[in-house]
């Protein structure tokens, strides 16, 4: 009696020191009878789930149906809005590093479990390694039987179920008698989906090409938010010379109609005139290159240019550059040692006299002039010449 008492003192301290100590996860951490081998060298994986419902520590982990291994924690992710799971597996099950992880349930009101599996056909890489992590995006669990009864709850009670035979009266109201119309419109439904299918290459690179435009647009939007700023002075002047612009507009519809008229009423002579412009017209054209030729030679009369290297001299063609700015003349001459102009007191008899008789009648009476030595524009000319009159 007393052996039996101290083997349940023993049982029911050694349950206390479990719960005292982690509560049930000091339970949920003994391993249950029944579960799967691990082996000698099992690999754990973490399993991360958007939502893991009420999946415990020791729970299994199946492959195929088969029992490869158990859940070991459960624990909230650091993003704190996903659940991670570590499981432990079998040392012997080979997955690849790619594999899935779903949520299923034994039976309608069984425990849960993680069952591992392939991905679909081809799409394998790599090995399913020791600390490897299952993403969100390759995991997903089955609709809890609380949220099917849910749906159909509210299907039932306030869905619309009620309203199903009104509205299978009021779809055979509308198509009956209507049918040709129908089956036209859903031809060409069909037409324009399949073009739409057909051109789907090119909607996608429109697509794209108007989100290059959004993003550039949204890149430039300062600069186009100043020019729209910019454009409210412009539409205010514009709003401002309204009736001159109208006016503008109405004084250019007159004078169009000017001009169609003046265009109707002359056409006639118009084509008269290029009619008889004809004859002169194929005449050019019928001369062709002789013409051009004829032109060259008249302008180097009376040698043509390939004559200027066949004869040396100084008696064919002659370029010159003559300066006749009377401001440049006077310089020239004025650079001279010979004063182009007779000063008072000079003497003059020493300079060079042509034999050009100049007029003694002043052309045009220069400042400084007398009644006996009266300044004239022959004078001016005789001194420019190099002598005096």
Not at 190 to 216: F, P, W
Request: hydrophobic letters at 40%; charged letters at 20%; aromatic letters at 4%.
């Amino acid at each position: 009696m007393r052996a039996r008492l101290t083997a349940a003192t023993a049982s029911a301290a050694l349950l206390l020191a479990g719960c005292g100590s982690g509560g049930f996860d000091g339970l949920h951490a003994v391993p249950l009878p029944g579960g799967a081998d691990l082996g000698d060298r099992p690999y754990r994986v973490t399993v991360q789930f958007a939502d893991v419902l009420d999946l415990v520590p020791q729970a299994g982990v199946k492959v195929n149906d088969v029992p490869v291994g158990r859940v070991e924690r459960v624990d909230l992710a650091p993003d704190g809005w996903t659940a991670q799971v570590t499981v432990a597996v079998n040392g012997g099950v080979s997955l690849p590093a790619n594999a899935v992880a779903r949520l299923r349930q034994s039976a309608l009101l069984g425990e849960k479990y993680v069952e591992l599996a392939r991905p679909a056909q081809g799409q394998e890489q790599g090995v399913l390694a020791d600390g490897a992590t299952i993403p969100t995006d390759r995991t997903n669990r089955n609709p809890e039987v609380e949220e099917v009864f849910g749906a159909l709850s509210l299907l039932l009670n306030g869905g619309g179920v009620a309203q199903l035979q009104n509205i299978t009266r009021e779809i055979n109201a509308a198509v009956e008698g209507n049918e040709p119309e129908l089956r036209s419109l859903l031809t060409e439904l069909n037409t324009l989906v399949t073009e739409l299918d057909g051109h789907k290459t090119e909607i996608t690179r429109a697509l794209d090409g108007l989100n290059r435009l959004s993003g550039t647009l949204n890149g430039q939007r300062d600069q186009i938010a100043g020019a729209v700023d910019g454009l409210g002075p412009g539409l205010r002047t514009l709003a401002d010379q309204r009736t001159q612009l109208v006016t503008m507009l109405q004084s250019l519809d007159a004078l169009s109609g000017v001009a169609v008229d003046t265009v109707n009423r002359s056409r006639d002579d118009v084509v008269a005139d290029l009619k008889a412009l004809t004859p002169t017209l194929q005449k050019l054209a019928e001369a062709g290159t002789n013409l051009p030729n004829a032109f060259e030679l008249f302008l180097t009369y009376p040698f043509p240019d390939n004559a200027v290297d066949a004869v040396r001299g100084d008696y064919t063609n002659l370029y010159a550059d003559v300066d006749l700015n009377l401001g440049n003349v006077l310089d020239n001459v004025g650079r001279s040692r010979q004063s182009p102009v007779p000063l008072p007191g000079s003497n003059t008899t020493t300079a060079p006299v042509l034999p050009l008789p100049l007029p003694n009648t002043p052309l045009l009476p220069l400042p400084g002039g007398t009644a006996s030595t009266p300044g004239g524009f022959g004078d001016l000319l005789g001194s420019l010449l190099g002598g005096v009159a």
